[in-house]
């Protein structure tokens, strides 16, 4: 720091903050630490008695916090993504659409482990909002080594560590099994339910088709959906490993391709994902789908809707939070489930 006359503080970088009093109306920061003098800042200066004030000194190969910023947010920032203004060496990033948020979690990390920067961001492949934070980026103190700054830019790659996908317009065709249902002995639920959580993201369902379990049925209503335009085919019932539960098979049969008959999830073990023509997504739901607040589903969804294409490696992953504990008072996504 060097300290300076107030008059000539044009164009420098302030020390720490310096506090407005007015009787009655304010005690606060009227200019904050970093902040750059302009020459509409002397005589507000002068006016809460900084005759005199301490400055940056700038030094070669440093950077002001501010400057190291707008550096991070560089690293960060992508498509569908709005910043706040530069304070205090922090921004923030908004979504500007309802949409997918992947993050790069392995880069991210290695920044992060640089020490005197941050990145701070909500979960990977979780839904988010139009309006809604995604991340923050902040530089801890006031200048920071332009050295460092540019391994953090190295280790990026070039490649932004966020990435937005918006909704897509979706259509979508259930296929419901069970011989139980299709005798009317009890009432269908899992329709309802599916409908419900499709509404939340503006999905149109062509209909529901309810069969008994004949394999040949099954895979005829399911190829029938996708040749009407049908975006992704949601089949309830015939999940388990019953004899009588032939939707597995049934799928299998139209030639999709599975990439997996099972999920480390709880409520969804006996989740089936298959690709259609490689990118029409057929979902097996469990029967926990029809009766658990949470379960797979809810985790899966939102990345159909982004056309965000889900391998056994993903699924894989998500045995790490994907225990739901079911509680009274459920707080999705606002939990631990799936992340």
Known sequence: MKLIDARDAVGHVLCHDLTQIIKGKTKDAV????????????????????????????????????????????????????????????????????????????RMK?????????????HSNFPVKKGDKLAGTRIIPLVIEAEKMDEAVRIAGGEQLMELLPFRNKKAGIVTTGSEVFHGRIKDAFGPVIRE??????????????LEDDPDEISK??????????????????????????????????????????????????????????????????????????????????????????TIDDLAGLGHGGLCLSCKACTFPNCGFGK
């Open 197 to 210: 959580k499709l509404g939340e993201y503006g999905v149109e369902v062509l209909g529901q088709k309810i």
């Open 31 to 106: 200019f904050r630490k970093g902040h750059v003098v302009i020459e509409e800042d002397i005589p507000v200066l002068l006016s809460i008695g900084k005759e005199h004030l301490y400055v940056w000194e700038k030094q070669e190969g440093m950077l002001h916090e501010n400057e190291a910023a707008e550096m991070l947010y560089g690293i960060c920032r992508n498509e569908y993504m709005s910043p706040t203004e530069v304070k205090e060496g922090k921004i923030e990033l908004i979504a500007e659409v309802d949409g997918l948020l992947k993050i790069d979690v392995d």
């Open 110 to 122: 290695k920044i992060n482990s640089l020490g005197e920067m941050m990145i701070a961001t909500r």
């Open 221 to 310: 209503a399911i190829e029938g959906f996708i040749r009407s335009g049908a975006d992704m085919v949601i089949c309830t019932g015939g999940m388990s490993v019953d004899p009588d539960d032939t939707t597995p098979a049934a799928i299998k049969n139209t030639g999709a391709r599975i990439v997996s008959y099972g999920a480390p999830v709880l409520p969804g073990a006996m989740f089936l994902l298959a690709y259609h023509d490689g990118n029409v997504p057929i979902l097996g739901l469990p029967g926990c789908v029809m009766y658990s607040k949470r379960t797979i589903f809810d985790l899966v969804l939102p990345r159909v809707m982004a056309d965000d294409n889900i």
